[in-house]
């Protein structure tokens, strides 16, 4: 049988650059076991019966906005979860009663699983097989220093199961920071009040906290792959040990000092929380506003302006959740083609870190001041102090994975080093130019004597 070939587009890269590199044929890629697909379905629906069965509880006990809150958080991550892979995958396009009644009852990650799943043991039986439709795929990537142009070919199945990988990564990012995120904010602070932590709200908490720190290191993995979309990225395990304390560190001690700080103000701290969030939603609308440019129309090609519009708020909306939590490691343009800045842009990174250490350090003192003590039977001094020592270590594993372990740091123009040296030191220039010139008259003085 005859072998079909497809070229797919990639605008990123220019087709007579491409042919005038050396192009080096490389492996066929093999198909792996998705253990990241079955994981992602193991939180999401692992979070989801802990919150419906606290809901159960808070029903019981007639804690009537303990139950609403703790099921308005897990409804709108569902509800968005399943808009998330019906985008993905194209579903509406598609006759697929039964995936969309899955969606329908909010079961759609467990039926897109199980298709994963019987995709896997089909090319597992078709293994050593030739497929007869193949993609080739071109990709960069790094050898010895040297950027290489390479070039593989990629089966329909794999590529479809890669797909599902694709859309599982995406799902883990929308139930991280839209559901698991505020779920588990309102669940530690629940428990800060009420002095008890009950089973079924720490296993609750505990698939929470596990939710938002693998969201948040594949947050990084993507960024990654978006920014260098031309290159074959490849992270060793030192690089995603690095990313996952980094991660959890920050996201905990950002989560932990948030629920001090409201259980401290109680109601006084709401405005403070939306105004912060509220800033990080509209800071990319007024950039856009600013620079006068219209609405992308490359985000998909059957969308209307109204279609595009509601998918680029729902893309500000995540933004804003992961910015409010952790940085983003992307910064949302919207007025680009590409919707975020492909530049590394270590100001933005300086300025995220600068004000929310700045926030924290404000929310620990007034913790710390005004804090009831019948909330902790701890030193309050003690436990600020160890939250902001958290916080920067964090930093620390952050700027130790830019300067040393990220895959393509050859890359940088400047590296983390650099840009502390420019902030840092910008003024020692100045001030050996100002101390050279007195020397350089007295030189002169001393020639016409």
């Known amino acids: 049988m005859d072998r079909v070939y497809e ?4 605008p990123n890269v220019d087709p007579v650059s491409s042919l005038e590199e050396d192009v080096i044929r490389g492996a066929n890629p093999r198909f792996t076991f998705p253990f990241s697909i079955l994981f992602s379905t193991f939180l999401y629906c ?6 419906l069965y606290m809901v159960r509880i808070y029903r019981k006990n007639s804690e009537t906005y303990w139950m609403a809150y703790t099921f308005s958080f897990f409804m709108f991550s569902s509800i968005m979860v399943q808009l998330t892979l019906i985008f993905v995958h194209r579903d509406l396009a598609k006759d697929k009663p039964l995936s969309l009644f899955m969606h329908l009852i909010l079961l759609g990650p467990v039926i897109r699983c199980l298709e994963a799943m019987i995709k896997y043991l089909t090319l597992w039986k078709k293994e050593g097989q030739e497929e007869p439709y193949v993609s080739l795929t071109r990709k960069k990537m790094l050898i010895d220093g040297e950027e290489v142009l390479i070039e593989w070919e ?11 990988r694709n859309a ?3 799902m883990s990012q929308i139930q991280a920071f839209l559901g698991s995120v505020p779920q588990l904010t309102y669940q530690l602070y629940v428990t800060l009040i009420s002095s008890e932590v009950p089973p079924g709200r720490a296993v609750l908490m505990v698939f929470s906290l596990i939710s938002v720190t693998y969201g948040a290191t594949l947050c990084n993995m993507l960024a990654i792959q978006i920014k260098y979309d031309d290159y074959k990225i490849r992270l060793g395990p030192l690089e995603v040990l690095c990313i996952t304390i980094w991660r959890t560190l920050e996201i905990t001690s950002r989560l932990v000092i948030l629920v001090l700080f409201s259980a401290t103000l109680k109601m006084k701290a709401v405005p403070f929380i939306v105004l912060n969030f509220l800033i990080i939603l509209f800071e990319p609308w007024v950039r856009f506003w600013r620079s006068g440019a219209q609405l992308p129309n490359n985000i998909e090609k059957n ?6 519009l509601v998918v680029l708020i729902s893309i500000t909306v995540l933004y804003a959740g992961i910015n409010f939590s952790c940085w983003s490691a992307l910064q949302l343009r919207l007025a680009d083609r590409d919707l975020v800045d492909k530049g590394q842009n270590w100001g933005h990174m300086g ?4 004000v929310r250490l700045v926030e924290n350090v404000i929310m620990v003192l007034v913790f710390k001041f005004f804090g009831v003590k019948v909330l902790l039977n701890y030193c309050h001094s003690l436990i600020a102090l160890q939250l902001i020592i958290a916080y920067l270590i964090s930093i620390g594993f952050m700027l130790l994975f830019f300067q040393y372990l990220h895959p393509l740091r050859s890359l940088f123009t400047h590296n983390v080093v650099d840009y502390l040296h420019c902030v840092c030191c910008h003024r020692h220039p100045r001030t050996r130019v100002e101390n050279a010139e007195p020397s350089f008259e007295a030189e002169e003085r001393q020639s016409i004597v």
Do not use: C
């Not at 070229?7 to 990639?10: L, N």
């Not at 990629?154 to 599902?164: F, N």
């Not at 300025?351 to 600068?354: D, E, F, G, T, W």
């Open 7 to 10: 070229i797919p587009e990639e």
């Open 46 to 51: 692992g979070e989801a019966a802990s919150a």
């Open 154 to 164: 990629v089966g329909h199945s794999i590529r479809t199961l890669a797909m599902h």
């Open 168 to 170: 599982y990564k995406r």
């Open 303 to 308: 969308f209307s302006r109204v279609g595009t």
């Open 351 to 354: 300025l995220h870190y600068s």
